[in-house]
């Protein structure tokens, strides 16, 4: 299933990778319009896919991208429920939406080894970020605080950025989460960003706010998912302090964390919805992945105890047929 993130020799990348023999799905990811826009450059071969997705990964509204366009893939796929309800209701293709997720089962980090006491990466809440920022600065504290860039100093293969991240993540006790609907860009729409599950992947505590929306509660609906900062900001270093200091209460979290976002967040089980909503079998190969997916929760239920999701449980997934577009 290629990506196209578009640029010249898009057409020619993906085009190396069809299997004549096979069903070829085409996804587009937007992280903006130009790149919405740039599934245009594959129209020569655009018939050649049995079935094509255009995957919402920022706040892209549907207005932005004309409506021809966007009647032309199969299947919408939107990380937050808000905007996936508005795409919904300004097009006539379904939408599916999929909370974030990850490659939780090849990330898996439970090592108790964490050098690092907190780490912040990419959006925060600047009020919270520039108190804790103040304070920890202070080596006096004793206490290490990571501000990760996710734009390094020259050029750096996307892959190298990755495993960077989540070794750096896999050192760190605290992560600091907060909803986005504060940021201009959200609109005022909560949603799970991609650090949770990057977070309880790497065995982190994580810290902040959770979001909102009812579609996200299964997505972080076990114990301490979230620690939620005190109201009162005179309250949250010391808040801080008894986390960091509570060694079993970190341990206790590291393990059912990564336990749960390997119920819940793979991205083996992700692409499972999305091929049942394309009405596709899913291949030998990722039969497989489930199946070792599935083999390594089992023996962590039976480690902690802690017995399966309940029969009927659901992930933060569902497909939502379109409507008629507003006008």
């Excluded at 309880?200 to 505590?205: E, F, L, N, S, Y």
């Excluded at 083996?268 to 596709?280: C, G, V």
Aim: a negative charge; aromatic letters at 6%.
């Amino acid at each position: 299933m290629p990506s196209v993130w578009g640029g010249r020799d898009a057409r020619r990348v993906v085009e190396e990778s069809l299997d004549p023999g096979r069903d070829n799905v085409l996804e587009v990811h937007g992280i903006s319009t130009a790149m919405v826009r740039g599934g245009s450059l594959l129209e020569p071969i655009w018939d050649r896919f049995s079935r094509r997705v255009l995957t919402i990964v920022d706040t892209i509204e549907p207005e932005h991208i004309p409506s021809s366009h966007i009647r032309r893939f199969d299947l919408v796929r939107c990380f937050c429920p808000a905007l996936a309800r508005r795409w919904r209701r300004r097009t006539d293709v379904p939408v599916l939406f999929q909370s974030t997720g990850i490659d939780a089962l090849d990330f898996l980090h439970r090592s108790d080894r964490r050098p690092i006491d907190m780490i912040v990466v990419g959006r925060r809440d600047p009020e919270f970020h520039e108190a804790v920022r103040r304070h920890y600065l202070n080596p006096e504290t004793g206490r290490l605080l990571l501000d990760f860039g996710t734009r390094p100093q020259g050029p750096r293969p996307p892959e190298d950025e990755w495993r960077l991240l989540m070794a750096t993540y896999a050192r760190s006790k605290i992560a600091f989460c907060f909803e986005p609907s504060a940021n201009r860009r959200f609109k005022g729409r909560s949603s799970m960003t991609h650090r949770w599950p990057q977070a309880w992947a790497a065995g982190c505590t994580v810290v902040g706010r959770r979001p909102t929306e009812p579609e996200l509660v299964p997505s972080l609906d076990w114990p301490e998912s979230t620690l939620e900062i005190p109201d009162d900001s005179d309250d949250w270093i010391p808040f801080l302090e008894s986390v960091l200091d509570d060694e079993e209460g970190l341990s206790r979290r590291r393990h059912r964390n990564t336990l749960e976002v390997l119920r819940r967040h793979d991205g083996r089980l992700r692409l499972r919805k999305l091929l049942d909503a394309l009405d596709l079998e899913p291949p030998e190969r990722l039969r497989a992945e489930l199946q070792r997916l599935e083999a390594t929760i089992a023996e962590l239920e039976r480690v902690q105890g802690l017995p399966p999701l309940a029969a009927g449980w659901d992930d933060a997934s569902s497909v939502v047929p379109g409507d008629s577009p507003e006008a």
